[in-house]
T-cell receptor
């Protein structure tokens, strides 16, 4: 398996533009997480899905952020409009559950977003 | 409100010595704990985990200890090697699936192992 695949690896955009980050989880994994890493706050959970359904989006900073998971192999995180304070590394991770037990999550390589 | 706390931002140890990385949590519902290692420009990679039914889990040079009463866990690396230099994240979750299966991370500790 190729692991969790994120695209693009780097994104530089101007303030006010729409940004879309993409993620392909590991096949068979039923949980998908979006995290944001900053120096100040470390790894923050933005939203997670179970079987393509959003379960907890309490970490989404504001209405400018939205996430979708139209099927088990694809998810997007969209920022519209983007602001300089959104600059961070965004990670996608996936995990599966062994019956009723949770397991470790596997991360993609991240998307480094710079909003100028 | 940080539910998983790694209060020391950095640690420096000599090669061959023990590295001890600490983590505290506040949410008593957490019963599954994980450590991740992260190199620059890469995603975090899973290192070792422990569920609350144990107080110790060992994997080669890495051992995680869990003290449930103190809501504290630690990662021991013995012996430390220069390749261990990275950021280490502590994470917590529920062991059983269902409500609140999210994985909550601390801010990370930067470990530097000096040759």
């Amino acid at each position: 398996d190729a692991g969790v695949i994120q695209s693009p690896r780097h994104e530089v955009t101007e303030m006010g533009q729409e940004v879309t980050l993409r993620c392909k989880p590991i096949s068979g994994h039923d949980y998908l997480f979006w995290y944001r890493q900053t120096m100040m706050r470390g790894l923050e959970l933005l939203i997670y899905f179970n079987n393509n359904v959003p379960i907890d989006d309490s970490g989404m900073p504001e209405d400018r952020f939205s996430a979708k998971m139209p099927n088990a192999s694809f998810s997007t995180l969209k920022i519209q409009p983007s602001e300089p304070r959104d600059s961070a590394v965004y990670f996608c991770a996936s995990r599966h559950s062994w019956g009723i037990l949770n397991t470790e999550a596997f991360f993609g390589q991240g998307t480094r977003l710079t909003v100028v | 409100d940080q539910q998983v706390k790694q209060n020391s931002p950095s640690l420096s140890v000599q090669e061959g010595r023990i590295s001890i990385l600490n983590c505290d949590y506040t949410n008593s519902m957490f019963d599954y704990f994980l450590w991740y290692k992260k190199y620059p420009a890469e995603g975090p990679t899973f290192l070792i985990s422990i569920s609350s039914i144990k107080d110790k889990n060992e994997d080669g040079r890495f051992t995680v200890f869990l003290n449930k009463s103190a809501k504290h866990l630690s990662l021991h690396i013995v012996p430390s090697q220069p390749g261990d230099s990275a950021v280490y994240f502590c994470a917590a979750s529920r062991y059983y699936t269902g409500a609140n299966s999210k994985l909550t991370f601390g801010k990370g500790i930067t470990l530097s192992v000096r040759p």
